[in-house]
């Protein structure tokens, strides 16, 4: 089993930023893609970041690209896969949740369906 721990949320005014962190733990000893998505109650799950087992390639929604920056350590002892937001808008209020996917190809994905764990979500509230 994985478990995923997603840290950092908040509250932040339009425009700041925040930093988010997710640590996987149990059974990652292989190392796995990451990624990042958010949902607001009554919408759908949404995808913000992805990046690949190496960490050296990532994928980022168009929404957020210029602003958003996903990383790992490189150090994949911790396992540990990062999301700094920049110039937040309103709009990106939601629970933003941690994703692990098991493939053995270990590319970031978009796709919802292609990770295997998914961490309990961390809040991010953007005030306008």
């Known amino acids: 089993q994985v478990q995923l721990a997603e840290s950092g949320g908040g509250y932040v005014e339009a425009g700041g930023s925040l930093r988010l962190s997710c640590v996987a733990s149990?059974?990652?000893?292989?190392?796995?893609?990451m990624g990042w998505f958010r949902q607001v109650p009554g919408k759908e799950r949404e995808f913000v970041a992805a990046v690949s087992r190496s960490g050296y390639s990532t994928k980022t929604a168009d929404s957020v690209v210029g602003r958003f920056t996903v990383s790992r350590d490189r150090d994949n002892a911790e396992n540990t896969v990062y999301l700094q937001m920049n110039s937040l808008k309103a709009e990106e209020t939601a629970v933003y949740y941690c994703?692990?996917?098991?493939?053995?190809?270990?590319?970031?994905?978009?796709?919802?369906?292609?990770?295997?764990?998914w961490g309990q979500g961390t809040q991010v509230t953007v005030s306008s």
């Open positions: 149990g059974r990652t000893f292989s190392g796995f893609a």
């Open positions: 994703a692990l996917d098991r493939g053995r190809l270990g590319t970031p994905s978009d796709i919802g369906g292609q990770y295997d764990y």
